[in-house]
């Protein structure tokens, strides 16, 4: 992906990683479009940063993404890169037996089929560019699993493996596929989160990944170096090391 003179659509693009990286692609030369459920939060975005547009949605929206697709389609012809950033990560107690499974069904909702339905509905149009780019941001937990957000992990590692196979069958098409996946990062996804001192500054890991995005133009993922540790876990034999001490760290 060139990282500048794109259109871009980012989900959660008001707060967190999602505003972070729509501010630097901002500045380094893209329209970008953000989406997300929290009006003030857009409309804060946007003020801080002339030329940007919003759009109020949300992706738990089910079929209604189809249509919020076309909208931005019609009012964005020029969008040619989408990024599936919006997600939400609850702590799950297994053990309560809960019989209300909301938290549960949200993070797959979000977190797993709105990128399926966002991807499915900007797929044809994506595909009519001469050069567009489809970045899921999946998580280091999609590679050794955090207990507690048992359920949040797994739509991470689902969204890993269907980056996979979307990169393959698009691979004679014009749409390259980026896994963007992040370590820990100091931000607001679960209460007292930005305050960990474990978690990565978040200007730094958008600095790192801008970096990475530039200099690896046919990059499969965008990994920093606070993710690897994470990531190839499994494939350097360490996967039983790193879950123990995630888990222990992280009761
Ligand atoms: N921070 C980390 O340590 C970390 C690590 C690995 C991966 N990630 C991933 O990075 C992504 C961004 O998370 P973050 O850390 O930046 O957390 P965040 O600050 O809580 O941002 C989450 C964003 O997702 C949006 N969102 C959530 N549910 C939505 C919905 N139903 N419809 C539309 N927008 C929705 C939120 O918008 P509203 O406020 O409008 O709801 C918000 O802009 C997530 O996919 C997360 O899993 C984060």
């Known amino acids: 992906m060139q ?11 008001n707060s967190g990683i999602g505003r972070a990286m729509a501010e630097a692609l901002h500045k380094a030369g893209n329209q970008v479009i953000i989406a997300g459920r929290n009006q003030k939060s857009l409309d804060e975005t946007v003020a801080a940063n002339p030329g940007m ?27 040619n890169v989408l990024i599936n950033n919006a997600g939400i990560m ?9 019989e209300d499974l909301a938290d549960m069904e949200a993070t797959i909702s979000t977190n797993l089929l709105a990128p399926i339905r966002l991807i499915a509905a900007f797929l044809p149009h994506l595909q009519s560019k001469e050069a567009a780019t489809i970045i899921n ?56 989160h930005s305050a960990n001192p474990q978690s990565m500054p978040l200007d730094e890991f958008i ?3 801008m970096d990475l995005l530039k200099n690896t133009p046919d990059a499969e ?7 690897k540790f994470l990531r190839f876990a499994e494939r350097s034999g360490q996967f039983d090391k790193v879950f123990n001490i995630l888990n222990t760290t992280h009761p």
């Open 53 to 79: 547009n919003a759009v109020k949605f949300d992706v738990s929206a089910g079929e209604g993404i189809r249509a919020f697709a076309q909208q931005v389609i019609s009012d964005y012809p020029a969008v």
């Open 3 to 13: 990282i500048t003179g794109n259109t871009i659509l980012i989900t959660g693009g």
């Open 90 to 98: 609850k702590a799950e107690n297994l053990l309560a037996q809960p």
């Open 207 to 209: 600095a790192e990944s």
């Open 137 to 192: 941001v999946t998580s280091g937990l999609a590679s050794v699993p955090l207990a507690a957000t048992a359920t949040y992990n797994a739509t991470k590692a689902a969204m890993h493996s269907y980056s996979q196979s979307l990169r393959f069958q698009l691979k004679d098409t014009t749409v390259q596929v980026i896994e963007w996946a992040p370590p820990a990062v100091a931000t607001e996804l679960m209460p007292g």
């Open 221 to 227: 993922e965008i990994l920093v170096e606070r993710v």
